[in-house]
């Protein structure tokens, strides 16, 4: 086999997925192992950079010899617990964030898999030892947006699309449900009970926590602000529930409609792939990726985190209209191909409402995750792959560490800041 003996290697080759996981994961894809023979195989770091903030990446390319003594190459991805950084591996276990995930497309997704309806997120293949297999999206020519390139009109409406597919899957189930059951009513955490899990948003977690005092020594640092004690000392009396606020949003019980939402819906988690026009590149598809987030709860929530995370401000706002009837009307559409009537279950009217009320929730969430996604890739592997730095920034001070960065970068201060102070604009004064 062409895996080396190191963990990690010079060309970033690692050696803990065995021969026997690579037969396991080919029994398990599509392709069975039974129509050719294992030639040889290599796991490779998925990139020098860091993809996500809490896992560890790798590509896996298996190549096999067929009947007709043709070879083949099959491509996979996988996810695992991180062997790099022991903060990151600490902070999976603290929250059961892999066992949820694995738990979601190993469970979850199968039941919200509904035939007819066009995929919303990676194929899974395999679960190993601390560690989860999807199809390799890259091989079927899904890929990043540079993260610093917010979306335009093309790329939200995609991805909204994509979102009202994974909405209706979550409804369309539950419906099929009620009818199966002979039930009034039905809702997926009646058997499902750790999707109303709140994962690192809690008022108790350290993460959470540091989030929160990072954003108000931002504005206190920052912000037009700054010099008025008096204002200063009105945002600060207001920061705690404001915050609490956002949180209380995602509990149930709710009036407003819930679906499992994904909650976590930043660049580096969809995926799009292009049709190629002339000299021109439009999106013609979508999917999501890393549901370790996903919980069960109004799903205004996840399009707020959506549009706040990914959009310039003014262009969300002055498009904001048409973004919600597009989501809108393609949710109908999808209920309505499955015998749903979105009048039924989700009037224009309460969702326009529910919208406007998780503003709070897009904001607050988008401020939590801001600060580390909005550095370049050299910066964030640099800082964040020690294992100290990881613990100290994102459970102890995140508060000294943003101000830093913003005394230093001009850019990512006027990013944090147009996102802090809508928070101030909105719900302080």
């Given at each position: 086999?062409?895996?080396?003996?190191?963990?990690?290697?010079?060309?970033?080759?690692?050696?803990?997925?065995?021969?026997?996981?690579?037969?396991?994961?080919?029994?398990?894809?599509?392709?069975?192992?039974?129509?050719?023979?294992?030639?040889?195989?290599?796991?490779?770091?998925?990139?020098?950079?860091?993809?996500?903030?809490?896992?560890?990446?790798?590509?896996?390319?298996?190549?096999?010899?067929?009947?007709?003594?043709?070879?083949?190459?099959?491509?996979?991805?996988?996810?695992?617990?991180s062997r790099t950084n022991a903060s990151k591996a600490q902070m999976v276990k603290e929250l059961n964030l892999f066992?949820?995930?694995?738990?979601?497309?190993?469970?979850?997704?199968?039941?919200?898999?509904?035939?007819?309806?066009?995929?919303?997120?990676?194929?899974?293949?395999?679960?190993?030892?601390?560690?989860?297999?999807?199809?390799?999206?890259?091989a079927l020519e899904y890929k990043l947006r540079d993260k610093f390139e917010r979306f335009d009109m093309a790329h939200?409406?995609?991805?909204?699309?994509?979102?009202?597919?994974?909405?209706?899957?979550?409804?369309?189930?539950?419906?099929?449900?009620?009818?199966?059951?002979?039930?009034?009513?039905?809702?997926?955490?009646?058997?499902?009970?750790?999707?109303?899990?709140?994962?690192?948003?809690?008022?108790?977690?350290?993460?959470?926590?540091?989030?929160?005092?990072?954003?108000?020594?931002?504005?206190?640092?920052?912000?037009?602000?700054?010099?008025?004690?008096?204002?200063?000392?009105?945002?600060?009396?207001?920061?705690?529930?404001?915050?609490?606020?956002?949180?209380?949003?995602?509990?149930?019980?709710?009036?407003?409609?819930?679906?499992?939402?994904?909650?976590?819906?930043?660049?580096?988690?969809?995926?799009?792939?292009?049709?190629?026009?002339?000299?021109?590149?439009?999106?013609?598809?979508?999917?999501?990726?890393?549901?370790?987030?996903?919980?069960?709860?109004?799903?205004?929530?996840?399009?707020?985190?959506?549009?706040?995370?990914?959009?310039?401000?003014?262009?969300?706002?002055?498009?904001?209209?048409?973004?919600?009837?597009?989501?809108?009307?393609?949710?109908?559409?999808?209920?309505?191909?499955?015998?749903?009537?979105?009048?039924?279950?989700?009037?224009?009217?309460?969702?326009?409402?529910?919208?406007?009320?998780?503003?709070?929730?897009?904001?607050?969430?988008?401020?939590?995750?801001?600060?580390?996604?909005?550095?370049?890739?050299?910066?964030?592997?640099?800082?964040?792959?020690?294992?100290?730095?990881?613990?100290?920034?994102?459970?102890?001070?995140?508060?000294?560490?943003?101000?830093?960065?913003?005394?230093?970068?001009?850019?990512?201060?006027?990013?944090?800041?147009?996102?802090?102070?809508?928070?101030?604009?909105?719900?302080?004064?």
């Amino acid at each position: 086999m062409e895996c080396t003996n190191d963990d990690q290697t010079k060309n970033g080759e690692v050696e803990h997925i065995t021969e026997e996981d690579v037969k396991l994961i080919l029994a398990n894809s599509s392709y069975s192992n039974n129509e050719g023979v294992l030639r040889t195989y290599q796991v490779r770091y998925a990139s020098d950079k860091m993809l996500g903030f809490l896992a560890d990446y790798y590509k896996l390319k298996v190549v096999v010899t067929e009947k007709n003594d043709d070879k083949k190459v099959l491509s996979f991805f996988i996810k695992a617990v991180s062997r790099t950084n022991a903060s990151k591996a600490q902070m999976v276990k603290e929250l059961n964030l892999f066992e949820k995930e694995l738990h979601f497309y190993s469970i979850i997704k199968k039941e919200l898999d509904i035939p007819g309806l066009k995929p919303w997120s990676a194929k899974f293949i395999s679960a190993l030892n601390d560690a989860i297999v999807f199809q390799d999206l890259n091989a079927l020519e899904y890929k990043l947006r540079d993260k610093f390139e917010r979306f335009d009109m093309a790329h939200t409406i995609q991805a909204l699309r994509t979102l009202a597919r994974f909405h209706a899957s979550s409804i369309i189930f539950e419906e099929n449900r009620k009818i199966m059951l002979g039930k009034p009513s039905y809702i997926i955490t009646d058997e499902y009970q750790h999707l109303s899990n709140p994962a690192g948003y809690k008022n108790t977690d350290p993460w959470f926590i540091q989030c929160k005092k990072g954003a108000l020594e931002a504005i206190k640092t920052f912000s037009n602000y700054s010099n008025n004690s008096l204002v200063l000392s009105a945002i600060e009396s207001r920061w705690d529930e404001i915050w609490s606020s956002a949180l209380q949003l995602c509990d149930l019980p709710s009036n407003d409609r819930n679906v499992i939402c994904h909650r976590d819906l930043w660049n580096n988690n969809i995926l799009f792939r292009y049709n190629k026009d002339g000299n021109t590149q439009e999106p013609d598809d979508c999917v999501f990726v890393d549901f370790q987030a996903a919980r069960y709860q109004p799903l205004a929530g996840d399009i707020m985190f959506l549009l706040y995370c990914n959009l310039e401000p003014k262009f969300r706002e002055e498009n904001l209209t048409d973004f919600l009837n597009s989501y809108y009307q393609e949710l109908g559409m999808i209920l309505c191909d499955f015998g749903i009537s979105i009048d039924n279950l989700l009037h224009k009217e309460d969702f326009l409402a529910s919208i406007e009320k998780h503003r709070l929730w897009g904001l607050i969430a988008c401020a939590c995750l801001i600060p580390a996604f909005w550095l370049n890739d050299d910066l964030t592997t640099s800082i964040f792959s020690d294992s100290s730095n990881f613990d100290e920034i994102l459970t102890k001070d995140k508060a000294t560490f943003m101000i830093n960065m913003m005394q230093a970068h001009e850019d990512y201060k006027n990013n944090l800041m147009a996102v802090f102070e809508e928070i101030v604009e909105r719900y302080c004064l």
